[in-house]
């Protein structure tokens, strides 16, 4: 186990963070750490040694511990017979990291990192905290549930009147986002979020859409190495961009957004307060992007195109919806956020 830069004091003011994997596990741990880390607390943190989490721990004050560690649902048999021995092994390294920095508190946001380092955290006595960011709890966080001094979660959970229902934190930067409304009552804005590594269906399909609409300014953000190939299926000119990293200008310019329905995706568009139609991965463990898209749909700030209706149904919602449209789901969507997620999540934790 490596850990990265080594803190100089050891108190009780150090807490083990466990995030790894997606953005959705990772950006919502990156906005607590942050906190913490203006609180002088000592912040660890448990990911992979290849995971993106890697990358972006690196360059904050914290102390990154490397599990080899995955998940186990709709796994291979060959990666079912070794799981046992890499969880036994994690669990060994954050038994002994525990007891090594004093570490007094871990925080887990779910996904297969949490689990090793959430038993961990019981066998050696310390205070374990959940946060779950869909609407269905995950594998690794209900069945670390009955240990935890304190669940968190974005979305009320069903048969659960144990939980602190808090929203999904949100980095300042977008949390503070002044959102402009389009001046051209004619045109509608429109953010496409293809994703880091650029939904498939969702880039070659909705460009051909939208070759059939004149009211719509487009910006597609469409994943690495796929910028050409998109721009060619537009018959205009296009803004087409392969990364975002200051989604919050984005966010800004945005009428509409078309995206998957990722707890982190909805729960930015709710704190901006900016409509969307999702379109939910079908293959999401559990199905919980159908369910996060649903929960705002219900509320009346979001609409639904399942992957396999992409196309004519898509069309007609983009040909129906207007500018007025998109200000009342608006104010819809803007009605769901929660503003102190961190603050909330920290008054317990701290």
């Keep these: 186990m490596k850990i990265k830069s080594k803190p100089k004091k050891i108190d009780t003011t150090s807490i083990l963070l466990a ?22 607390f000592n912040i660890f943190w448990a990911g992979t040694p290849n995971g993106m989490e890697n990358r972006i721990i690196n360059k904050k004050k914290m102390f990154y511990i490397s599990l080899a560690i995955g998940g186990f649902r709709g796994k291979k048999l060959i990666s079912l017979i070794s799981y046992p021995f ?12 525990i007891q090594k920095y004093k570490i007094s508190r871990v925080l887990v946001f779910g996904g297969y990192i949490s689990l090793p380092v959430g038993f961990a955290a019981k066998l050696m006595r310390k205070k374990l905290f959940i946060h779950e960011q869909n609407t269905i709890m995950g594998t690794s966080n209900k069945l670390l549930a009955p240990f935890a001094e304190k669940i968190f979660s974005a979305f009320p959970l069903k048969n659960n009147q144990f ?8 980095r300042e930067k977008i949390a503070n986002i002044k959102k402009t409304i389009s001046q051209d009552k004619n045109k509608i804005n429109i953010l496409i979020l293809g994703g880091s590594l650029g939904a498939q269906v969702i880039n070659e399909k909705i460009p051909i859409i939208l070759n059939k609409l004149n009211k719509y300014d487009v910006i597609h953000q469409c994943g690495k190495g796929k910028k050409s190939t998109i721009e060619k299926l537009y018959d205009k000119k296009i803004n087409v961009i392969e990364f975002i990293d200051d989604i919050e200008k984005y966010y800004k310019w945005a009428d509409l957004v078309i995206a998957r329905s990722g707890a982190m995706t909805v729960a930015e568009l709710e704190q901006v307060g900016l409509p969307a139609i999702f379109i939910p991965f079908p293959f999401a463990i559990d199905n919980h992007q159908q369910k996060n898209a649903e929960y ?15 196309g004519l149904k898509l069309e007609r919602m983009l040909n129906k919806i207007s500018l007025n449209d998109c200000m009342k789901m608006s104010k819809k969507m803007k009605s769901l956020r929660h503003k102190n997620a961190v603050k909330e999540i920290y008054n317990k934790i701290k």
């Design 19 to 40: 995030a790894a994997g997606t953005g959705g596990h990772i950006m919502p741990a990156m906005a607590v750490a942050d906190k913490l880390i203006n609180k002088k």
């Design 86 to 97: 890499k969880f036994a092994l994690c669990l060994i390294k954050v038994m002994w990291l």
């Design 163 to 170: 939980v602190n229902v808090c929203g999904n934190p949100i």
């Design 296 to 310: 705002c749909v219900d509320k009346g700030g979001a609409l639904i195109c399942k992957q396999d209706e992409i």
